[in-house]
Structures are given as C-alpha cells and as structure tokens.
C-alpha cells in the first residue's frame, strides 16, 4: 500500500473506507541476533507498571508500554523524518460503518499469540475493553479510570460482529479515535486467569503480544525485557538479547552511571554536562518533536490567573533564549502548545516574545506588579519524570523571571507520581490540594492531545486540570474532530490552536529536542520526531 498518511487515512474515512490496510506494518526492519544487553537509565522515579496500564505519565508508555504490549493502533517508527503517525497494529484495517459515522469496523489480526502462547481473537478484544470501561464485568482493572479514562471517555460502546471484526461506538463524531486507541493496549485473558485473576500479580508476570517479554520486575530498581522470539511482525523483531530499563530520577547520577559503565544510554542528560560527555565519546542526540514544557495556569478559580491581561503578561516576562542556554541547546523557546513552524500554529494576535516593559504594562492595567498588588503563585513541580527535562531548575528559573514583576512564584517540589496525581484532579475539590500552577511536559504529538488539554474540563477536556475554557474553542475542536476530511480539519486546528496562544492558559515554556546521550557501543539507533521510539533494531 506504501506509505501512510494521516491525509490518506482521513480521506478514506470520509468515503466510508478502510483506514488503513496491513500490507507492511512498521516499515521494514533488519533482523539478527545475539545484539547484546542495552541497559537504560530512566527519568522516572520509579520503574512504571507492567499491567498494560503504564504510569509514570508517557515515560511509562516509552518503556514499559510499547516494547511490551500492543494497541489495536500503532505508531510508525520507522519514520524518523517527520512526526509520525499511525499504522496498523492488532488491527490491520479500521473504518467507518457507512451508515453511521459514530460507529467503527476493526479487522483484527489474525495469527497472533500473547506472550503466554495463547492465540489472540476478537473476544479477547472486548475482554480487554471490558478490563477498561465495563464496571460490572468480574476482571474490572480498578486502575482503568486512571490510565484509561483520559482515552476511552469517547467510548459510547463495543461489540464482537464477527470473528474477524470488532466494532466501537463514540458518543460524538470523533475522526481521531483511532489516535485514542493506540494507548489502550491489550492484554493476555489466559495469563490474567492463570495468576488467579489478580492484577496486582499480573504487574509482575504480564503477558502482551509485543516484541519484548517481561522476564523480571524488581520495584524500585529495574525492569528486564527479552525478545519475543513470535512476535507477529517478523521484520520488528528485536536484535537485543536483553533491555533492561532503570529508573534513576536525578540527571547528575543518570550522567555519572553512563560514564561509569553501569548503563549504556540515558535519558535527558544534565545539560551541564553535554559538552563533557561529547568529548568524552558519547553520543548525545537531540531531534525535534511536538514537546512542550510549560507552568500550566488554574484558570478557574477566582484570582489573577483568571484574568487575560495577567496571564499574557506572565508569558512576556520569561525569557525563554535564556531558559534555552541554561538547557545548553536542548530545547527551542515555545510560545504556544506548537512551535511557530507547525502547520497547527495558527495565527495568534499575541508572539511571545522576552519584553518585561510590556509585561509589567500589562500587569499594571490588571492593577497588579511592580507598585501595586503582587501575585502570588503556589507552584507544583516535579523532581523529574517523565518529558521534564531538569525541572527544578527550570522552574527556578521562571521564579527568578518574574521576581521583577513582582510575582512570586513558591515552588511546591514533588515527585512525579505525586504531580501525576494532582493533575488529574480539580484544585481544591474532594480534598484535593489548591495549586495556581501545575508545572511539567506534555507530548502534542497527535491532535486529540490537543483537545484533551484545552477543550472544556466538564464537556470532555479529560487532561485540563487549569480549567481553561473557551466557547469559541470549544466548537473549533468540535468541528475539527467531526470532520474527515484533513485541509479542512487542520484549519479548524490552527484557528483553535491561536485562540488558545492569545487566552495564555500556559506560561509557555520550551520544546525540548528529546535528548538522549548513548554510549559508543549503542548501534543502530535512529531517534524518532517521537515521544515514542523503537529499541528493537538496537545492538550493543
């Protein structure tokens, strides 16, 4: 079929045809063996879960989602030259029903097995869903609403049609679930029932269809991957004989056990520390990526984040060229959700530029800054974790920033899992803690990320913990992810994606460049323009 486009896949749609067909999934790949043991060192503060239910935000899904498990939907990592997007996983069509386009066919794959050799089939399919959405089936993850809720809010219902066909139904038109189900990933029902159907020891011995087999879990210290010798994608076959994976939270020790042996690749090294490993022999590689890191703004609760002026003003105080040196290079100053270069960015009124005169302006029309009332803004952070890069520091930073403004910024330092939490709450309600700043990186990598974050929090915003809302963006999202048709829908994006530059729910940070740095021995890695990428054609 060749390539795959997202312009081609919306296009069928609209015709009421197949998506997307398996006639070569993932690109191509070389195979081989015997390629060693890759040992990488993890921003998380702790190794993610093995369940199919991965947290640790989406470092969880990097590492312990992906390389293990399946979605009904892929990403193409064989395309490392532009961001990449889907292609056929456990499904190896999907399109819409032509007499309702709320309604979604999904071929599944046939010849399948889990890792506990078990064939896979439709029915397990809506197991797995049921895991998910359905409350009342005797296997409900009670983890569901954490990990999944975010992805399959959209879902009105599923059903078995055949034994080759599976079938959702959203609650709206919604053009990008297939974007949705690449993070619900399906798990063995036979492994879940041999392990006395117990989930809690499912996290220790799982069982998925990926090109990696968990051989050993050991909490707080490491994660050990196999190859899966059966894995229904002969040319994605990993040339590893073994990946384990670490989690080591603070940058400087990530660094120290690269260069002592002790690890072969690290995540997001310190950046002070670049210019030494690349003189040392390291490889340290960066590449674009739809990444942003940024304070997110509580735009509800009564205060001065409410108003516009203040917010605008908060985001022309920081100087981002700055911020960038204090990252040595590893990152590109972002004013909005998107780089100014995306197609999605728009044309927003307001460019974020370093301008403290304006901001102090501004702040002076809102009645507040230097002279007048001061702001205060309690500030979550986390120590690291997943896409935040060396946050405490960065977050010193912007405090430092806007001290000028006669803003204070009180840092709030927590673990990641302890942020992860209070997103996924609203401040102040059912007990949980007021915060006017949540602080950390979010991936952009597929439009629904977009929705999630900036549609309204009660109509379906499942990630929008500042609350932000906007009639006018909201039916720009509507209209763009009920429309199959992708000029059509980028434009709606982009409109959408300006409003929300000029509303200034975020203090927009930067984009980093997904660095990495690797030891010589590493071979045969191609970094993706991805959260995601692929371990499988790497040798050691």
Request: with cysteine; glycine share 8%; proline share 8%.
């Amino acid at each position: 079929m060749g390539t795959i486009t997202r312009r081609n896949a919306l296009k069928a749609v609209g015709a009421g045809a197949a998506l997307l067909a398996a006639s070569g999934p993932r690109g191509v790949f070389a195979q081989g063996a015997g390629g060693g043991t890759l040992r990488i060192a993890m921003t998380t503060t702790d190794v993610p879960l093995t369940n199919g239910m991965p947290d640790n935000g989406s470092e969880g899904g990097r590492f312990a989602g992906y390389p293990i498990f399946d979605a009904l939907v892929l990403w193409d990592f064989a395309n490392t030259k532009t961001p990449p997007d889907l292609v056929p996983g456990l499904a190896t069509e999907w399109h819409i029903d032509p007499a309702d386009n709320k309604r979604w066919l999904f071929t599944i794959r046939k010849g399948v097995t889990f890792h506990d050799g078990s064939p896979l089939s439709v029915d397990d399919i809506v197991w797995n869903f049921d895991r998910q959405l359905n409350r009342n089936a005797p296997h409900y993850d009670k983890l569901a609403p954490t990990y999944a809720g975010a992805y399959a809010a959209i879902i009105a219902g599923y059903e078995k049609v055949s034994d080759t066909q599976f079938a959702i139904r959203t609650k709206t038109v919604f053009s990008l679930l297939p974007y949705h189900l690449s993070r619900l990933f399906i798990v063995s029902p036979r492994q879940y029932e041999k392990l006395g159907r117990d989930w809690l020891a499912f996290r220790s011995n799982p069982s998925g269809t990926g090109p990696f087999k968990v051989a050993k879990v050991t909490p707080h210290v490491a994660i050990e991957l196999v190859p899966n010798p059966d894995y229904w994608d002969p040319k994605h076959r990993s040339r590893l004989d073994r990946l384990v994976l670490r989690p080591i939270a603070d940058s400087n020790t990530r660094v120290a056990a690269l260069r002592s042996g002790q690890v072969d690749w690290i995540e997001f090294p310190d950046p002070d520390s670049i210019p030494a490993l690349k003189s040392a022999g390291f490889n340290v590689i960066t590449k674009p990526y739809l990444h942003l890191w940024s304070f997110v703004l509580n735009c509800a609760d009564p205060g001065p984040l409410q108003d516009v002026r203040v917010r605008r003003a908060l985001n022309y105080g920081l100087d981002r060229e700055s911020m960038v040196g204090l990252l040595n290079g590893t990152a590109t100053p972002a004013v909005g959700l998107y780089d100014q270069n995306y197609k999605l960015f728009g044309k927003p009124t307001q460019i974020y530029g370093y301008d403290p005169d304006k901001a102090k302006a501004m702040l002076a029309e809102a009645g507040y800054g230097p002279g007048k009332k001061p702001i205060t803004l309690k500030t979550l952070i986390p120590t690291a974790g997943s896409g935040n890069m060396v946050p405490v520091p960065m977050g010193q930073f912007v405090q430092q920033s806007l001290e000028e403004l006669n803003v204070k910024v009180d840092l709030v330092v927590a673990d990641w899992g302890s942020v992860l939490t209070a997103m996924r709450q609203v401040p102040g309600v059912n007990g949980a803690e007021r915060y006017d700043v949540i602080c950390h990186g979010q991936p952009f990598g597929d439009p629904t990320q977009f929705y999630t974050n900036c549609f309204t929090r009660e109509k379906g915003g499942t990630s929008n913990w500042g609350r932000y809302s906007n009639p006018e963006v909201d039916q720009l999202l509507t209209e763009a992810l009920s429309a199959f048709d992708q000029a059509g829908q980028d434009a709606k994006l982009a409109a959408a994606h300006a409003l929300v530059v000029d509303d200034a729910p975020n203090i927009f940070g930067v984009h980093d460049l997904n660095p990495r740095a690797l030891s010589p021995k590493v071979k045969g890695f191609v970094q993706a323009q991805s959260w995601y990428q692929d371990f499988t054609q790497v040798t050691v």
